[in-house]
């Protein structure tokens, strides 16, 4: 049920904006929300062309912006160059550490850093509405 509520949500969002619904579309959206990890926009289009989907990396591309726009995923820059794409469907919010070294993420929830996030929001009369945390080191394998 909730992958047929997704594609319904995500053809409303396409028709508003006046977009076809195809199936390359509609194949990114789906590899996105059912795949795992942080992955760039060419792994995406790799992995819909080993699965046999005919479609062209600036598909992949101009979908992933569709995407990201309604919250069907998040774009992580990492400083290193390059962007890394997760889902956001069914994920709960988490934070990253990341290695320098081999490029390793990890996700992780701390509700000590949520709670004083908050606490420092509050005490500076700020609102927030989203936030990003992401440290960056090394991993157990490279240090």
Do not use: W
């Amino acid at each position: 049920m909730r992958n047929k509520q997704l594609l319904n949500q995500f053809r409303d969002i396409l028709r508003q904006k006046g977009l076809k619904i195809t199936p390359q579309r509609v194949a990114v959206l789906e590899e996105i929300t059912h795949g795992h990890g942080h992955r760039e926009c060419e792994d995406i289009y790799l992995a819909l062309k080993r699965n046999g989907k005919h479609i062209s990396r600036a598909t992949v591309y101009r979908t992933m912006d569709i995407l990201i726009n309604n919250d069907f995923a998040r774009k992580m820059e990492l400083g290193d160059g390059r962007v890394r794409y997760e889902s956001k469907v069914d994920s709960p919010h988490h934070d990253h550490l990341i290695c320098t070294s081999c490029g390793k993420i990890v996700e992780f929830v701390d509700q000590d850093i949520e709670e004083l996030q908050d606490n420092i929001a509050k005490r500076n009369n700020f609102i927030l509405s989203r936030h990003t945390h992401q440290l960056f080191g090394l991993c157990k394998k490279c240090h």
